[in-house]
T-cell receptor
Framework: DAKTTQPPSMDCAEGRAANLPCNHSTISGNEYVYWYRQIHSQGPQYIIH???NNETNEMASLIITEDRKSSTLILPHATLRDTAVYYCIVRVKPKYRDDKIIFGKGTRLHILP | DGGITQSPKYLFRKEGQNVTLSCEQNLNHDAMYWYRQDPGQGLRLIYYSQIVNDFQKGDIAEGYSVSREKKESFPLTVTSAQKNPTAFYLCATQDTLPMNTEAFFGQGTRLTVV
């Protein structure tokens, strides 16, 4: 089962910041939080990841709470092209043969013109 | 051009036939994964492999088989035992170490069984 919980859908006005929450209350100490997005009928695309500090790249910012039980992906100025399903994933601690990536159902983000 | 190649993009088969989906990568990644996606649903893990000649079942392996004879290739066979094979199939790769690397996905194969 996925180790994360996300709202099934969200709306955001074009040009505004989109804030996508993710709950991962059972995260272990050395597990990272990853975000991917999937535009319709394409393969998922990596966005950003983090361990405990906030992270920012050219696509988005990732805010992780101090207790690491939840995080928020921020798209600072959403455009229509950001309409996609966003997946929050906790990377399972790598052990040989047991390491796998489990996706939940994600959040369907609609950017409204 | 580096990356993951899934072929073909669209595939049609008659019910009862086995079909093999190709996934090739030139990223030199050790780990490879197969996922299935149904309309409006998330990704479900079918099989994964961390190293050549070794692979593990995911959550929905029944009716599927894989092989990992080469690092670059991880073909998925959808057998006639798979009850509902029509779906979008995605292949992914990842370096196993260090831990904080991302997965890369192919563009998928849409399989329709008629």
């Amino acid at each position: 089962d996925a180790k994360t919980t996300q709202p099934p859908s969200m709306d955001c006005a074009e040009g505004r910041a989109a804030n996508l929450p993710c709950n991962h209350s059972t995260i272990s100490g050395n597990e990272y939080v990853y975000w991917y997005r999937q535009i319709h009928s394409q393969g998922p695309q990596y966005i950003i990841h983090g361990l405990k500090n906030n992270e920012t790249n050219e696509m988005a910012s990732l805010i992780i709470t101090e207790d690491r039980k939840s995080s928020t992906l921020i798209l600072p100025h959403a455009t229509l092209r950001d309409t996609a399903v966003y997946y929050c994933i906790v990377r399972v601690k790598p052990k040989y043969r047991d390491d796998k990536i489990i996706f939940g159902k994600g959040t369907r983000l609609h950017i409204l013109p | 051009d580096g990356g993951i190649t899934q072929s073909p993009k669209y595939l049609f088969r008659k019910e009862g036939q086995n079909v093999t989906l190709s996934c090739e990568q030139n990223l030199n990644h050790d780990a490879m994964y197969w996922y299935r996606q149904d309309p409006g649903q998330g990704l479900r893990l079918i099989y994964y492999s961390q190293i050549v000649n070794d692979f593990q079942k995911g959550d929905i392996a029944e009716g599927y088989s894989v092989s990992r004879e080469k690092k670059e290739s991880f073909p998925l066979t959808v057998t006639s035992a798979q009850k509902n094979p029509t779906a979008f199939y995605l292949c992914a790769t990842q370096d196993t170490l260090p831990m904080n690397t991302e997965a890369f996905f192919g563009q998928g194969t849409r399989l329709t069984v008629v």
